[in-house]
């Protein structure tokens, strides 16, 4: 019964080669996050939709794109992967305007070779 | 972006013995929530417990509760009776009350419970 599914848990793609990586929901909520979070650091927000409000964090590298084609469905487009965007990607879900925790996926563990 | 300070990368706590992890953070709201998150290795983060800052009782989750310090902006997080489970990492995280969705993350505290 996962509610905030990634897949896929672990990606491997080459350098500058455009990679996808998806998130799933059932829960229902319209706010959904991505997050990038290295290796012992704080995980970073990239961008959130609430509902279809894109809504983009202003140190944000271009490289990164997101879509959101319905409620359940969030994707996070690296258009030209380098080797610094080898992390972890959170996908978080929450309700907004009510006191509610984000629920987070397991993550997808990005590899850029 | 709002700031949140986790001050110890690392800390340890005898099995059953109690730890207190620290978190502040930096706002010029008077409404906003905050969270301890905990991340186990390999694993999905999870809720530990929530504080409203409107709230001035400290909130308890069994053996979690947290020393809300509004005035000092300091949220710190006690774990009574450690168990060898409680071993992860615990993030401190921020969320405005009324305007924007966005969650802030603290750096994290590496917690090790001895056996």
């Known amino acids: 019964d996962a509610m905030v599914i990634q897949n896929p848990r672990y990606q491997v793609t080459q350098f500058g080669k455009p990679v996808t990586l998806s998130c799933s929901q059932t829960?229902?909520?319209?706010?959904m996050y991505w997050y990038q979070q290295k290796s012992s650091q704080a995980p970073k927000l990239l961008f959130h939709y609430y509902d279809k409000d894109f809504n983009n964090e202003a140190d944000t590298p271009d490289n990164f794109q997101s879509r959101r084609p319905n409620t359940s469905f969030c994707f996070l487009d690296i258009r030209s992967p380098g080797l610094g965007d080898a992390a972890m990607y959170l996908c978080?879900?929450?309700?907004?305007?009510?006191?509610?925790?984000?629920?987070f996926g397991q993550g997808t563990r990005l590899t850029v070779v | 972006a709002q700031t949140v300070t986790q001050s110890q990368p690392e800390m340890s706590v005898q099995e059953a013995e109690t730890v207190t992890l620290s978190c502040t953070y930096d706002t010029s709201e008077s409404d906003y929530y905050l969270f301890w998150y905990k991340q186990p290795p390999s694993r999905q983060m999870i809720l530990v417990i929530r504080q409203e800052a409107y709230k001035q009782q400290n909130a308890t989750e069994n053996r979690f509760s947290v020393n809300f310090q509004k005035a000092a902006k300091s949220f710190s997080l006690k774990i009574s009776d450690s168990q060898l489970g409680d071993a992860a990492m615990y993030f401190c995280?921020?969320?405005?009350?009324?305007?924007?969705?966005?969650?802030?993350f603290g750096t994290g505290t590496s917690l090790t419970v001895i056996p």
């Open positions: 829960l229902n909520h319209n706010v």
């Open positions: 978080a879900t929450t309700l907004s305007g009510l006191n509610t925790e984000a629920f």
């Open positions: 995280a921020y969320r405005r009350a009324n305007t924007g969705n966005q969650f802030y």
